[in-house]
């Protein structure tokens, strides 16, 4: 069964004070890592979609990585508007499936 | 291009009630996936629908149904609700070339 686990649940940044958030997973063989922010009571807007190991893709002050095991969004001198959930998923290429597994996320608070 | 569109936005119901949600996917998208989120479990996968077929099914009861028809819209129903029921219901669609998912903005079901 796929397994996403995000660390860490809550972070609390100061304006331009850059970190990382971690995503690690399990996966059969892996169709596809995925990226997305949610605001309060919104859907998921979609980030990245990451395929294979060492791809890096860049968005803004966003940035997200891929090995084998684990995903990293990189945020460079963040701002108040990136205040959000981030939520990771797997899409495992067993068959049919076309389900993304999630992880539960990290509430990113960016402070002026 | 218009994004995937869910009604109603908001619904609340009582316990033994059913309910039917509505998803209207992305212009040219054919699957269909349905989530449930709740503050507890994160998000969970429902079922999927490409070309009217459930192609996959989550571990949820058999109250939770869905159906998909030949202009891509789906519609997922709840039987019997119960108070654990109240979550965020989010609706996704993605291409037939890709297997990104682009999500809606959900609906709030309050089972009271």
């Known amino acids: 069964e796929d397994q996403v686990t995000q660390s860490p649940e809550a972070l609390r940044l100061q304006e331009g004070e850059s970190s990382s958030l971690n995503c690690s997973y399990t996966?059969?063989?892996?169709?596809?890592l995925f990226w997305y922010r949610q605001d309060p009571g919104k859907g998921p807007e979609f980030l990245f979609t990451l395929y294979s190991a060492g791809e890096e893709k860049e968005k803004e002050r966003l940035k997200a990585t891929l090995t084998k095991k684990e995903s990293f969004l990189h945020i460079t001198a963040p701002k108040p508007e990136d205040s959000a959930t981030y939520l990771c998923a797997v899409q495992g290429d067993g068959g049919s499936n076309y389900k993304l597994t999630f992880g539960k996320g990290t509430l990113l608070t960016v402070n002026p | 291009k218009a994004g995937v569109t869910q009604t109603p936005r908001y619904l609340i119901k009582t316990r033994g009630q059913q309910v039917t949600l509505s998803c209207s996917p992305i212009s040219g998208h054919r699957s269909v996936s349905w989530y449930q989120q709740t503050p507890g479990q994160g998000l969970q996968f429902l079922f999927e629908?490409?070309?009217?077929?459930?192609?996959n099914k989550g571990n949820f009861p058999g109250r939770f149904s869905g159906r998909q028809f030949s202009n891509s819209r789906s519609e997922m129903n709840v039987s019997t609700l119960e108070l654990g029921d109240s979550a965020l219901y989010l609706c996704a669609s993605s291409s037939s070339t890709g297997n990104t998912q682009y999500f809606g903005p959900g609906t709030r079901l309050t089972v009271l």
């Open positions: 629908y490409f070309s009217e077929t459930q192609r």
């Open positions: 996966v059969s063989g892996l169709r596809g």
